[in-house]
């Protein structure tokens, strides 16, 4: 039981997986969005979980993007549901928001290379992932 692998606080454009080291004199300001993801395992067991924090008001919408797109990919999920049309469904639902940030409105695209994934006993990752975005996986 404790700890899987060290927190992870990415910033801005670091979508994921990065860990400040000792002496990062990196300060969270009131504009940055920072994701955050943490891990723990018990008996081999090794979850994870993260999410995305920001204090100006103009990342509400990509926030609510994330998180609309997260629980269309759960009510997508399901015993028959195919790996590649839950990531379709993610995929529809992020792409469906707008962000405007200092006055520019920019589209919300779903990360091509960064997946969900199952569990296995003494591993980070399983042997499944599953997609944000649409994909031909069958499985």
């Not at 979508?15 to 920072?34: F, I, K």
């Not at 008996?43 to 269309?72: C, H, M, Y």
């Not at 990752?125 to 499985?139: E, F, L, M, R, Y």
Request: hydrophobic residues 35%; glycine residues 10%.
């Amino acid at each position: 039981r404790g700890i899987a692998f060290p927190t992870g606080c990415s910033l801005n454009h670091v979508a994921a997986h990065y860990t400040p080291n000792s002496g990062d004199e990196t300060v969270l300001t009131y504009g940055d969005v920072m994701k955050l993801d943490f891990g723990t395992h018990v008996n081999g067991r090794i979850i994870d979980s993260a999410w995305t924090v920001a204090f100006d008001p103009q990342f509400d919408p990509l926030l609510e993007a994330a998180k609309s797109a997260t629980n269309a990919g759960i009510a997508c999920a399901g015993i028959d549901a195919r790996l590649g049309e839950v990531g379709g469904e993610i995929q529809e639902v992020m792409e469906s928001y707008e962000v405007t940030i200092d006055g520019k409105t920019y589209p919300v695209k779903a990360i091509r290379n960064l997946n969900g994934h199952s569990i296995d006993v003494y591993q980070t990752h399983g042997s499944k992932t599953i997609p944000i975005v649409k994909t031909a996986d069958q499985t």
